[in-house]
């Protein structure tokens, strides 16, 4: 079993973010971030559970604990299938559900709510990295997200 902890971050929303992820497997331990100059909190919710099953080199049972209502909820209760179902008409992030969808699909993955900012000490860690990664300089760019809103006339 393979243990992914995760969370995201933005200063604004958009504006600029990152996220924070754990990976723990018996004695091993890994984390993983990056930040990004105009992105959203649930973009980096969603990138850090990505980025975190990407890490895996072959199929696992994985449990992925994490903070975001958006992540967990559009999973276990499949309205993601409901968006590819429709095109993802009028949804976002179809870019990062379709990377999701195809980075879960060797892994046997199960998620665990955690509350944020409750003393959770994995997912302190985890705020703490994303938060830093959102400061850093320079940060990387989320080109999907800001074409898509550059078109839209958001940014």
Same mark, same amino acid.
């Given at each position: 079993?393979?243990?992914?902890?995760? %969370?995201?971050?933005?200063?604004? @929303?958009?504006?600029? &973010?990152?996220? +924070?992820? $754990?990976?723990?497997?018996?004695?091993?331990?890994?984390?993983?971030?990056? &930040?990004?100059?105009? #992105? #959203?909190?649930?973009?980096?919710?969603?990138?850090?559970?990505?980025?975190?099953?990407?890490? $895996?080199?072959?199929?696992?049972?994985?449990? $992925?604990?994490? %903070?975001?209502?958006?992540?967990?909820?559009?999973?276990?209760?499949?309205?993601? @299938?409901?968006?590819?179902?429709?095109?993802?008409?009028?949804?976002?992030?179809?870019?990062?559900?379709?990377?999701?969808?195809?980075?879960?699909?060797?892994?046997?993955?199960?998620?665990?709510?955690?509350? &944020?900012? @409750? +003393?959770?000490?994995?997912?302190?860690?985890?705020?703490?990295?994303?938060?830093?990664? +959102?400061?850093? #300089?320079?940060?990387? $760019?989320?080109?999907?997200?800001?074409?898509?809103?550059?078109?839209? &006339?958001?940014?």
């Amino acid at each position: 079993m393979i243990e992914i902890y995760t %969370d995201g971050a933005s200063s604004g @929303n958009p504006g600029p &973010g990152g996220y +924070g992820v $754990i990976l723990r497997s018996g004695k091993h331990y890994k984390e993983l971030s990056e &930040g990004f100059r105009k #992105t #959203t909190n649930n973009r980096m919710e969603l990138l850090a559970v990505i980025k975190g099953l990407e890490s $895996i080199k072959s199929p696992n049972q994985v449990m $992925i604990f994490s %903070d975001s209502k958006y992540v967990i909820d559009s999973i276990e209760k499949r309205w993601v @299938n409901g968006w590819v179902a429709k095109g993802f008409a009028g949804k976002k992030n179809k870019d990062l559900w379709m990377r999701y969808l195809e980075a879960s699909k060797p892994h046997q993955v199960k998620f665990t709510w955690v509350r &944020g900012h @409750n +003393g959770h000490p994995e997912n302190e860690r985890c705020d703490q990295l994303a938060v830093a990664a +959102g400061k850093q #300089t320079p940060l990387l $760019i989320d080109s999907v997200f800001e074409v898509e809103n550059a078109k839209a &006339g958001l940014l």
